[in-house]
């Protein structure tokens, strides 16, 4: 069974536009959480990241917004898209200072 | 300055042909992962290497901290080794990637 599941796979938006993104991580207990972002040919840039249930910390501002409202789910948000939005989103978590999981991934674009 | 730095940046090699893939960190880390990413962008993980060497097939990862750097060797390569290699370097808290090298093994 997947331990790491995001959602949705592939979004198209309008700028302007509000944005949630999901994670979810089964059968781990208080894992570090992350959210990653990479322009097309860019480098991946984390985000945020999380050890805490309601406890997120922000690495790179992008106009995005993140929470963590269970052990389990990690949310990357915002109300109002901008085009430089577009990318790849990744979610990643782990526990200990041990090797890092990381989604599949979601495809945004934003037109 | 990049904390992480991968080299070469990209690389052409015939089938059959090895390559070295060299990781250079200016930061202190407790792990250091190789990835491929996929041409739809999603994560493979190669090795969580903090320390020694790695093998698995044909690829060995071999990490040295007190020299700051990591290698990844790819023997007798394919052409579906193609693709983008990435390596990550964690603390408590951060992961941070290198910008990646683009190898493209030709038949």
């Known amino acids: 069974a997947q331990t790491i599941h995001q959602w949705p796979v592939a979004e198209i938006k309008a700028v302007g536009s509000p944005l949630s993104l999901g994670c979810t991580i089964k059968?781990?207990?208080?894992?570090?959480l992350y959210w990653y972002w990479q322009a097309t040919g860019g480098t991946l840039q984390q985000l945020f990241y999380?050890?805490?249930?309601?406890?997120v910390e922000s690495v790179v501002q992008l106009n995005l917004s993140a929470s963590r409202p269970k052990d389990d789910q990690f949310i990357l948000s915002t109300e109002k898209l901008l085009l430089s939005h577009s990318g790849f989103y990744l979610c990643?978590?782990?526990?200990?200072?041990?090797?890092?999981?990381f989604g599949k991934g979601t495809r945004l674009t934003v037109v | 300055g990049q904390q992480v730095q991968q080299s070469p940046a990209s690389l052409v090699l015939q089938e059959g042909e090895n390559a070295e893939l060299q990781c250079n960190f200016s930061?202190?880390?407790?792990?250091m992962q190789w990835f491929y990413q996929r041409p739809g962008g999603s994560l493979v993980s190669l090795f969580y290497?903090?320390?020694g060497t790695k093998q698995s097939g044909r690829l060995t990862s071999t990490t040295v901290i007190k020299e700051r750097r990591s290698s990844l060797h790819i023997s007798s390569s394919q052409t579906t080794d193609s693709g983008t290699y990435l390596c990550?370097?964690?603390?408590?808290?951060?992961?941070?990637f290198g910008k990646g090298t683009h190898l493209h093994v030709l038949p």
């Open positions: 990643a978590w782990r526990q200990g200072g041990t090797e890092v999981f």
């Open positions: 059968g781990k207990s208080s894992p570090n």
């Open positions: 999380s050890i805490t249930v309601g406890q």
């Open positions: 930061t202190s880390l407790n792990s």
């Open positions: 290497n903090p320390s």
């Open positions: 990550a370097i964690t603390n408590a808290y951060k992961v941070i």
